[in-house]
């Protein structure tokens, strides 16, 4: 399974791979997120940003419902919506994929059920343009939108930052 999670993030886009492993280490507090991965101030803002929202991360955690019972759906829907919608209007996570692979990083596998509907009132949402809601929300699949069940087996494949080596100081 780590090699077919592996080819899902290497299909995925180059800005969505780097903002993929940027979130992980922002989300999983790895390394010095804001360091490694901000190019200029607006990357810098974007960061700091992404890190006060996901500060929600460990209580969102703690609140996915054990079941698809519905009392637990207003403390736990609004906080996933909310940091789902900040990563979708990044720009670089263009599919229900791309998310998916994301939050099942985030916050583990029990957050499969609630993805669906987490990432289509995030992508329905006004603050996106209005041809990226039409990607977003064309991205997920019949079958992802109406599954009738999910796994429980945890992603085993983390994205991690690797430093470029210069193929000139490699020995013959």
């Keep these: 399974m780590t090699l077919a999670e592996m080819k899902e993030f290497a299909g995925f886009a180059a ?16 390394d010095d997120a804001l360091q490694r991965w901000s ?18 991360l460990p209580d969102i955690r703690a609140m996915v419902p054990d079941d698809s019972g519905l009392d637990a759906v207003d403390q736990f829907l609004g ?5 789902t919608a900040f990563d979708l209007g990044q720009g670089r996570l263009t599919s229900f994929s791309a998310y998916r ?17 987490a990432f289509c009132a995030a992508a329905a949402l006004p603050h996106l343009h209005p041809e990226l809601r039409r990607t977003l929300l064309q991205s997920i699949s019949e079958a992802a939108a109406t599954a009738s069940g999910w796994s429980t087996r945890e992603p085993s494949f983390f994205p991690y930052w690797v430093e470029k080596v210069d193929s000139a100081a490699l020995p013959n």
């Excluded at 800005?15 to 790895?30: M, W």
């Excluded at 190019?39 to 929600?56: F, K, M, N, P, T």
């Excluded at 099942?104 to 609630?114: D, K, N, S, V």
């Design 15 to 30: 800005a969505t791979q780097r903002y993929v492993r940027r979130s992980l280490d922002v989300g999983l507090d790895r």
């Design 79 to 83: 906080p996933l919506v909310a940091v």
């Design 101 to 117: 692979f994301l939050y099942e990083r985030l916050i583990g596998a029990p957050i499969r059920p609630w993805l669906p509907a």
């Design 39 to 56: 190019r200029d101030v607006v990357e810098a803002a974007s960061i700091r940003a992404q890190s006060r929202l996901y500060d929600r």
